[in-house]
């Protein structure tokens, strides 16, 4: 805020502008993705990257930067995964401005529920299956922040825990019990 020169109640103005602004780009990039509109995708990467440099959102813009050539470059297996590590980054973004702006003695987090599609875990999850498959770190890297965007820490803990350790058979065993977890319902 002083680095911007900005005071406070500007500030949070701001803060409250992006999230207003942002209500349904998570649904956008899903539409687009679908479609195979990259120019739509491309465009819309392209915006959150902007937007969230204005708002000193590093990681946001990181990642739409990487979807904004992805997209432009229509390499689909790298959209793919980068589609839904920038949707997390944006929540976790809307998220911590909800905190920061909420009134004294709110509780935004325990209103605002976390969009968790069953069917995007086991997308999330298949990805990261692939990944496995295919032995590229860097991919199984990418593939696993998709999946910590759609579960709890709790949740995938063994998960994480073995691909830390390069155990993929245990971890691929992991894996296979969250998809019929997910999947039973």
């Not at 959102?57 to 979807?67: G, I, N, V």
């Amino acid at each position: 805020m002083d680095a911007l020169g900005l005071d406070e109640a500007t500030f949070k103005t701001i803060l409250k502008g992006f999230n207003k602004g942002n209500t349904s780009s998570n649904d956008e990039m899903d539409n687009a993705f679908k479609e195979k509109d990259w120019g739509a995708l491309q465009a819309l990467a392209h915006s959150l990257k902007g937007s969230g440099s204005s708002i000193g959102a590093r990681d946001l813009q990181k990642e739409a930067d990487k979807l904004e050539i992805a997209a432009k470059e229509k390499n689909i297996p790298v959209i793919e995964g980068l589609v839904e590590v920038v949707k997390g980054k944006l929540d976790q973004v809307v998220d911590s401005i909800e905190k920061l702006i909420a009134p004294a003695g709110s509780s935004p987090a325990a209103t605002r529920q976390k969009r968790i599609d069953p069917e995007q875990r086991i997308f999330v999850l298949k990805k990261l299956n692939d990944a496995f498959e295919s032995y590229e770190y860097e991919e199984i890297r990418s593939c696993l922040d998709a999946v910590r965007e759609n579960f709890t820490a709790d949740e995938i803990k063994a998960l994480q825990d073995q691909i830390e350790s390069f155990d993929y058979t245990e971890a691929q065993e992991t894996l296979e019990a969250l998809l019929n977890k997910i999947k039973k319902g």
